[in-house]
């Protein structure tokens, strides 16, 4: 089993910045990828982000690219973050971290991939 735990989140302004956290344990596979996702009530989960184990290889959806930015910590790798700037109230959304078993540059962002996932933060941007 694997666990994440998720942090940060809430309340902030057009063209603010906030930063969440993964923090991911227990049986963690070597080539685990880690993904953010987002949902709004009434839509399906969207994919976001995608970073392979060693961080070396990222995968980023259309509509945060060049905004948001994945990364793992540098002194704890099973840490993750995802880094969102210039956040519009278009990002208003519940944001989730996810793991799977190994990277895939054609299907980092297929939902069903994933194996385990964190509880959920809520993030939300006003005009």
């Known amino acids: 089993q694997v666990q994440l735990v998720q942090s940060g989140g809430g309340l902030v302004q057009a063209g603010d910045s906030l930063r969440l956290s993964c923090a991911a344990s227990?049986?963690?596979?070597?080539?685990?990828?880690m993904g953010w996702f987002r949902q709004t009530p009434g839509k399906e989960r969207e994919f976001i982000a995608a970073?392979?184990?060693?961080?070396?290889?990222?995968?980023y959806a259309d509509s945060v690219k060049g905004r948001f930015t994945i990364s793992r910590d540098k002194e704890n790798t099973n840490t993750v973050y995802l880094q969102m700037n210039s956040l519009t109230p278009e990002d208003t959304a519940l944001y989730y971290c996810?793991?799977?078993?190994?990277?895939?540059?054609?299907?980092?962002?297929?939902?069903?991939?994933?194996?385990?996932w964190g509880q959920g933060t809520q993030v939300t941007v006003s005009s």
């Open positions: 996810a793991s799977r078993p190994y990277y895939s540059n054609n299907y980092n962002y297929r939902e069903q991939d994933y194996n385990y």
């Open positions: 227990g049986r963690i596979l070597p080539g685990s990828t």
């Open positions: 970073i392979s184990s060693g961080g070396g290889s990222k995968t």
